[in-house]
């Protein structure tokens, strides 16, 4: 079992900048592809982004491609999604994602384990 916990979410201002962390515990981290998906209200879940399990393939949305950065840092069994640019369509709730292979995938339906969520929300 893998446990993952997000922190990070707030108000903020179109244009800021927001960092997203997610820390994991369970089974080991290094074995495990990382991702994060978000779902704004009345939608449903999007991938965000994807890191590899040796953090050197990623992937991401095109609506996220070039304002945000996915990053893992294995030695502190952290994944961390730096969000820059942020408009008010990103508001959602920000799902940190694990699956039990090496590569990533952009369907929810391919990932094993889920956090309970961090809500980000962008004002105009």
């Known amino acids: 079992q893998v446990q993952l916990v997000e922190s990070g979410g707030r108000l903020v201002q179109a244009g800021d900048s927001l960092r997203l962390s997610c820390a994991a515990s369970?089974?080991?981290?290094?074995?495990?592809?990382m991702g994060w998906f978000r779902q704004a209200p009345g939608k449903e879940r999007d991938f965000v982004a994807a890191?590899?399990?040796?953090?050197?393939?990623?992937n991401y949305a095109n609506d996220v491609k070039g304002r945000f950065t996915i990053s893992r840092d294995n030695a502190k069994r952290t994944v961390d999604l730096q969000m820059n640019s942020l408009k008010p369509e990103d508001t959602a709730v920000y799902y940190c994602?694990?699956?039990?292979?090496?590569?990533?995938?952009?369907?929810?339906?391919?990932?094993?384990?889920w956090g309970q969520g961090t809500q980000v929300t962008v004002s105009s």
């Open positions: 890191i590899s399990s040796g953090g050197g393939s990623t």
């Open positions: 994602t694990a699956r039990r292979f090496y590569t990533t995938r952009s369907d929810p339906g391919e990932y094993d384990y």
């Open positions: 369970g089974r080991t981290f290094v074995g495990l592809a």
